[in-house]
């Protein structure tokens, strides 16, 4: 909502990218710090893996502070922009109640399935399981675990020049079928028994994972977070957006914390229809 409101409007849509791009940038040492720690500790001696584990945590820990102390020099944030799609003029103020939620029940419906899209296409499941994955293809599974995640950094640097010349709707579309497509045709399909030899699947699989990780960072992961707010009038937006963010925070409770054995099998259908519903609803909407 701060970029929303604050950030200029012909830069907002690259503004608001840089959300998933610093979340990328973030999983990315986080990544180099797991593998520092699994080449050097001798796991057989009392390597004080508390005081370890604690050292790696300081470094996200002053972030947050720094971004508590950032927010009481930032500015309040606006309601409106003078020239805007929605401005209500000079003299006026955004209306919170201008819009119920019935009124509002067509984006509220097009917000869930773009949160579906985001949690249930699969990334949640290369990013768990990117070693086991990894070391699965033939690869020493912490090294794997970096490759994916600085991948996954790479890829999304990319959004930002992409979002200077395409709009969030024709970016999240085209990257979600393409993910779609990768997940059946290169990570599905070609690894299932008896399809394949075993080097040609490792191939296969490899460059499947390759290509989801940029169709997603390249417009699943960054244009959500716009999209959340797009998708509703400014004066709804607070609400609208609030309301996709639960949605989108319950599918991911959903696929970390509740019977993965059975997830293993429907999210990848699920998050293909997402994916149907997303495309035929940008469509009408």
């Known amino acids: 909502m701060y970029v929303d409101q604050n950030a200029h409007p012909k830069h907002s849509k690259v503004d608001g990218v840089l959300f998933q791009v610093f979340t990328a940038f973030g999983i990315m040492p986080v990544a180099l710090m797991g593998l520092a720690l699994g080449q050097s500790v001798n796991f057989e001696k009392n390597a004080n893996m508390n005081g370890r584990m604690q050292g790696f945590c300081a470094?996200?820990?002053?972030?947050?502070?720094l971004m508590i102390v950032l927010g009481i020099f930032l500015g309040e944030s606006k309601a409106k922009f003078a020239g805007g799609r929605d401005d209500v003029g000079d003299s006026g103020a955004?209306?919170?109640?201008?819009?119920?939620?019935?009124?509002?029940?067509?984006?509220?419906?097009?917000?869930?399935?773009?949160?579906?899209?985001?949690?249930?296409?699969?990334?949640?499941a290369v990013m768990n399981y990117a070693p086991t994955i990894m070391?699965?293809?033939?690869?020493?599974?912490?090294?794997?675990?970096?490759?994916?995640?600085?991948?996954?950094?790479?890829?999304?640097?990319?959004?930002?020049?992409?979002?200077?010349?395409?709009?969030?709707?024709?970016?999240?579309?085209?990257?979600?079928?393409?993910a779609s497509l990768s997940c059946l045709f290169l990570c599905g399909v070609p690894v299932y028994p008896g399809v394949a030899s075993t080097s040609a699947k490792n191939g296969v699989a490899i460059t499947g994972i390759a290509v989801f990780i940029a169709a997603f960072e390249f417009g699943i992961g960054p244009c959500f977070f716009v999209?959340?707010?797009?998708?509703?009038?400014?004066?709804?937006?607070?609400k609208g957006s609030s309301f996709v963010m639960v949605v989108q925070l319950v599918f991911w409770e959903l696929v970390e914390r509740i019977c993965a054995w059975f997830w293993s099998i429907t999210v990848w259908a699920f998050g293909e229809l997402c994916t149907l519903l997303l495309f035929l609803g940008f469509v009408v909407v």
């Open 59 to 65: 470094f996200s820990t002053a972030l947050s502070v």
């Open 227 to 238: 999209l959340a707010q797009d998708l509703f009038p400014r004066s709804f937006r607070p």
């Open 135 to 178: 070391s699965n293809l033939g690869m020493e599974p912490l090294v794997g675990n970096f490759v994916v995640m600085m991948w996954n950094f790479v890829t999304a640097l990319v959004s930002i020049p992409l979002a200077s010349y395409f709009t969030m709707r024709q970016l999240f579309i085209s990257s979600s079928l393409t």
């Open 94 to 124: 955004l209306d919170i109640n201008e819009y119920s939620y019935m009124q509002m029940i067509g984006p509220l419906v097009m917000g869930s399935v773009t949160a579906g899209t985001l949690q249930l296409t699969g990334i949640n």
